[in-house]
């Protein structure tokens, strides 16, 4: 019986655990940090993400996430509001991430509560390694509030790379996260309530909500992937440790399960690191593509203009990473 090693109990990780599980290998998963934890994320749930979860037979309906219908992009003081092409759910992190370890190790997997060292058939789900200039890198933010809520994935774009995210989640809550330069939050020296409180149409969408626990920052985070090095891979890398986009495609959870889900299977199968790799490139290639465009046209201030030509379905579609029969 083939035997998988797991660095990392995150999304991607557990995924890979759940995947190399039920191809019938053992799985020993490995997370230093404590587990379930808050993270930065926009904790948005696509339809093809729900698919997964459904496969590794998850039961997230259980924790009644919010249902997300439409999406509304808001330049400035313009705002446009459109259908989703399917119903997507807002879940948060916390409960995710719960119900991803209590499946992996309800199948028998052995989780390990220190940091794992690659060893045999190892999948790499250990996030974001990266660093940027001072001065010039960008800063994440999350804090969920409760208050009225609705159906929208609200997105609220700044010049300059930066947003704001808006969803509600489970348990009637919402969820507001966003990305920042590092100079523009200097300005409000890093007081996420103040930067928000300059941006209007947020600022709006706030009031009579109340915040439920401090902001979570993270930093600084920078766009990348690995794929320039697949050929050195001696490891199953998967979720940001492979590919790390832009967060506002909304494609980060469903990317991390659906690359998680394809390493673990790959690494229990005994499929070659090179193969594996190439497959993750052909369904990420185009996504990250079309993620750099919108965020220069974004940071030039021009995606307003070019917004109004592309429907809301066909960008939700095309931030997707493409689906492969063999995935």
């Not at 995947?19 to 339809?47: I, M, T």
């Not at 790499?124 to 940027?132: E, K, N, W």
């Not at 079309?290 to 429907?311: K, T, Y």
Request: aromatic content about 10%; hydrophobic content about 40%.
């Amino acid at each position: 019986m083939a035997r998988v090693r797991v660095i990392g109990a995150g999304p991607a990780g557990t995924a890979a655990a759940i995947s190399a599980l039920q191809a019938g290998a053992e799985v020993d998963l490995f997370e230093k940090s404590r587990f379930p934890r808050h993270k930065v994320c926009g904790e948005f749930v696509s339809p093809e993400a729900t698919e997964i979860l459904e496969k590794f037979g998850v039961d997230w309906q259980s924790a009644k996430p919010a249902q997300l219908r439409r999406l509304m992009l808001c330049f400035g003081s313009r705002e446009s509001v459109g259908l989703l092409p399917e119903t997507a759910y807002g879940l948060s992190r916390y409960v995710l991430d719960a119900l991803l370890l209590n499946r992996a190790t309800g199948l028998g997997g052995v989780l390990h509560r220190e940091p794992g060292v690659p060893c045999g058939s190892t999948v790499m789900a250990t996030g974001r390694h990266s660093a940027a200039p001072k001065g010039a890198r960008l800063f994440g933010f999350k804090a969920h509030f409760c208050g009225p809520s609705s159906d929208v994935m609200a997105l609220y774009f700044q010049k300059g790379g930066a947003y704001v995210g808006v969803n509600a989640i489970e348990g009637g809550m919402t969820n507001v996260c966003g990305l920042a330069p590092e100079h523009e939050l200097a300005k409000h020296s890093f007081e996420v309530d103040a930067y928000l409180d300059g941006i209007a149409p947020v600022r709006e969408r706030l009031v009579g909500m109340k915040r439920r626990w401090n902001w979570i920052r993270v930093g600084p985070l920078v766009f990348e992937n690995r794929f320039a090095n697949s050929a050195k891979f001696t490891e199953y890398y998967a979720g940001d440790s492979l590919s790390f986009v832009d967060p506002f495609t909304g494609s980060g959870i469903y990317s991390a399960l659906l690359t998680g889900r394809m390493a673990g299977r790959a690494a229990a199968e005994g499929e070659s690191i090179a193969e594996y790799s190439n497959r993750c490139k052909w369904m990420l290639i185009g996504p990250r593509a079309v993620s750099n465009v919108l965020r220069v046209s974004i940071r030039l201030g021009i995606a307003n203009w070019a917004e109004r030509f592309i429907p809301h379905p066909w960008l939700f579609r095309l931030t997707r990473p493409r689906r492969s029969l063999s995935s």
